[in-house]
Structures are given as C-alpha cells and as structure tokens.
C-alpha cells in the first residue's frame, strides 16, 4: 500500500459524498426534517475533510508515476487545477455546515446548498479529467482544451508562495497562531469534557468553538500554500502522512461537542455521557498534541 | 558577556543538543517547546476571548483552575527555550527578534498574571488586559517563529 492507492481509495469520495450529502439535503427541504438536515450537514463536513487527504494523495500519487513514458502529463495538470477548484468551494460548505451544526437553533444557510451543489460539479469535473489518466479510452477532444479558460487556483498559489520570499516566513507565523487557536480552545473544552472544569456546560464552553475552527482553516490555507510550492517535501515524509491522518481524526472529532452539548436529564444518561465525553477528551487531546508532533518532527523524521 | 555566552555554547550539553543529530535530542526539546507554547498562548487567548464577551455564558469563576495549566505550560516552554538558547546562544544573543520576543513574552506573563488578580480575584472588568495580552502573544509568537529569518538575514 502507498500513497497512489490511497489516492484511488478516497479519490470517489469527495463527489459521490457530497451527492449523498446534497440528496439529504434536499429530502430534509421537503420532509421539513431537522435531523436529516443535521445529517446533511455532517456529511458535508466530514467529507470535507476527507477531500483535503484525497488532495495530497493525489499529488503523492502523481509523484509515484511520473517516470511513466506514457504518462499524459498535460491531463494530470489539468486533473490536479481542476481538483483545487472543486476543494475550495467544497471545504467551505463543509466550514459552512458545520457553522450550521454549531448554531443548531434553526440556522439554515442557503449558501450551504448553493455551494455544494457548486463543488459537486467542479469535483465530478476534476474526476473526470482524472479518469482520463489511465483510462485512455474516455479520452476526448485531449486535456489541453480544458486548460485555458478555467482558472487554476494550485498553480496561482504555488507562484504566489515562490516569487514572494516574504510568504512562506508570514504563512508560518500565520500556521503558529491557527495553531495556537485550534488547540487551546480544543484543550479547554477537552479539559471541561474531562471533568477537570467545573460549574461550567459544555453547551457554555462549546461556544468558543468557531476560534477552534478558525485556527484550523487559517492552518488548511497556509499549510496547502506550504504544500503547493514544495509538494515533494510532504507527499516524500511519512510524518506529514501522520499529521494529515491525525487532523482527520481531529477535525471529526470536533463534531461531538458540537452535535451532543445538551446535558442529560437522568442520572444513568449523565454518567453514561460522563464516560462518553471523558474518552473523546483524551482522544482529542492525544490526536492534537500527535498533529503538533508530527508537524514539528517533519523535517527530522521520514524523510526518503 | 560574549564569552560566558561562548562558553554556554560550547558547553557538553549546548553540544550535545545541537550535535547529536538523534530524535530525542534538539527536535524533542523543539517539540516540548511548541507544545508548552501553545498551550500557554492557546489558554490565555481562549480565555482573553471570554474577557473580550465571546462565550460570555462560562462563568470566569470556572476558568481560575485553568491558570494552574497555563503556568505549567510556561514551565515547560521556559525550560525547553533555555535548552535551545543554550544550544546556540552567541547566535540568538546577536539577533534582534530574541530579544523582541523575551520583551513580549514578559508582558504576556505580566497580562495573563494581571487578568488573575485583579479581574478573577478583583473586580476590574478585564477587556483591556485580555486585548493587551492577546496583542502580546502575537508579536511575541511572530517574533519567535520569525528568529531563524531574521538571523539569515542578519548574517
């Protein structure tokens, strides 16, 4: 197993879980059903965040077979271009979605179905560029007629971070501070969820949730710059494929202070929920200080 | 003053970290430095945050034990930053941001010291301390994180 199969394993992903998370959407339009509308938003979230690993690999993967004679280098451009424009609108509707989980009380957003409809299109765009690679019987009119028109928002970003030496140093401070954001807030409502905090709700703490949320998208922007002007510094370290399992993990894990805040009303609810919470706690805390590890020990550790 | 600094550097253990080229040397210090620093930097901003009326339904009186962690994660960043100085210290001793950064550094101490007594223990209203302590953490943050730029640039 590498990186190119887990390229093909999570490369359908992204399309075919944002259409099931569009089809719930629009089945809780017109039941009026609140909790398959939750569902929705699960999906899109979660799928998401399975989009950003389905990304990387992809690079991982292109890595792997360029030494192919035969390897249409013009279709694998045009597949990866493609790919970023599809990833960007698909992880904010994922943010938007699970901003929508977060206020719970009745906030539906329009944009969440507007979007995704959106990234669902321009992803089943960028797999069927993909399929092209290897399947040259699909091959039409040859990739280069999709490469002008549209723009390519991977290769702006790379020359973005390559012509300005100011960038990367500015995106690093930037990935310190998402950092610092993303876990102390975490740490706060893993420390409550834990019972080391008391006189205080989850549902009280789990406010300051979005500061977590904004630390970690300020991390995917920077870390995708970081990634997009040195993809083989990343896709070539095993600690980077850590890290990006580990945020995975991470990021899923968000959902269950978001979703279950509510306190429970009998005793044997409470306990149970007690014991719920203190494993998600420690979980969490081990995934997030294991990101922080891998992400430091990435230049010592893995490299080929 | 430039010679006691030589000397730290060339010290068994300023040599060891900087030239043993194993895992659980300099790059596990770097590690418990970073961890230490988000957790300093991370619980304070979270806790500014409350101060400046986000998540206003915690009540402060719930978060006076979470100064405990804070402080052992200073603990942990300050050891952890004295073993790295130690590692290079003519180096960082010669470059402005260091410098830049311990002064921040203090007045973020100083702030996360002062949002305690006089606004968990006191009945000052605390927004401009937090605003103050946040500002802090970030030039001290963009200082640290920038030192190894600066230190290129310098040379």
């Given amino acids: 197993m590498n990186l190119a199969h887990l390229h093909l394993l999570l490369n359908h992903v992204p399309t075919i879980g944002f259409g099931f998370g569009i089809g719930l959407l629009a089945a809780s339009l017109v039941r009026d059903s609140e909790d398959l509308r939750r569902a929705s938003y699960v999906v899109f979230f979660g799928v998401a965040l399975v989009a950003i690993p389905a990304y990387l690999s992809g690079k991982a993967a292109h890595y792997i077979l360029q030494t192919e004679p035969d390897l249409a280098q013009d279709v694998v451009t045009a597949h990866q271009n493609a790919a970023m424009l599809a990833l960007i609108p698909m992880e904010i509707a994922g943010f938007m979605g699970w901003l929508a989980l977060w206020r719970f009380r009745r906030w539906h957003p329009p944009a969440v179905l507007v979007l995704s409809i959106v990234a669902v299109a321009l992803m089943a765009r960028a797999a069927n560029i993909g399929g092209q690679i290897r399947h040259p019987e699909i091959l039409g009119a040859g990739a280069f007629a999709y490469a002008p028109p549209w723009p390519s928002p991977a290769a702006m970003g790379a020359a973005f971070v390559l012509d300005n030496p100011w960038v990367w140093p500015i995106c690093e401070v930037l990935h310190f501070v998402g950092l610092c954001l993303l876990f102390g807030v975490t740490l706060l409502v893993d420390l409550q969820m834990a019972g080391f905090i008391n006189g205080v709700p989850l549902a009280a703490v789990n406010r300051l949730l979005p500061w977590a949320m904004a630390g970690l998208g300020i991390n995917i922007i920077t870390g995708m710059l970081f990634f997009l002007a040195a993809p083989e510094q990343y896709t070539q370290n095993s600690a980077f494929t850590w890290k990006m399992g580990l945020v995975l993990l991470g990021g899923l894990s968000l959902l269950y202070p978001t979703m279950f805040d509510q306190e429970q009303a009998s005793t044997f609810d409470m306990l149970h929920a007690a014991s719920t919470r203190k494993l998600i706690a420690a979980c969490s805390l081990v995934i997030w200080i294991g990101v922080i590890f891998f992400g430091r020990f990435l230049p010592y550790l893995g490299m080929e | ?155």
């Fill in chain 2, 1 to 155: 003053m430039t010679s006691v600094l030589a000397q730290l550097e060339q010290s068994g253990l300023a040599t060891w970290i900087r030239e043993s080229g194993v895992l659980y040397g300099y790059p596990l210090i770097l590690f418990f430095h970073t961890l230490g620093l988000s957790t300093v930097v991370g619980l304070s901003a979270a806790i500014d945050l409350r101060l400046l009326g986000v998540a206003s339904t915690i009540p402060l009186a719930s978060l006076d034990k979470v100064f405990r962690l804070v402080w052992a994660g200073f603990a942990l960043t300050a050891a952890t930053g004295a073993l790295l100085f130690i590692a290079d210290a003519t180096k960082h001793a010669s470059n402005p941001a260091f410098f830049v950064k311990l002064a921040f550094v203090g007045g973020g101490v100083a702030t996360v010291a002062l949002v305690r007594r006089r606004v968990f223990h006191g009945q000052q209203h605390g927004a401009f301390l937090a605003a103050a302590s946040l500002a802090c953490w970030l030039v001290a943050l963009s200082a640290g994180r920038l030192m190894a730029y600066v230190s290129e640039f310098i040379s």
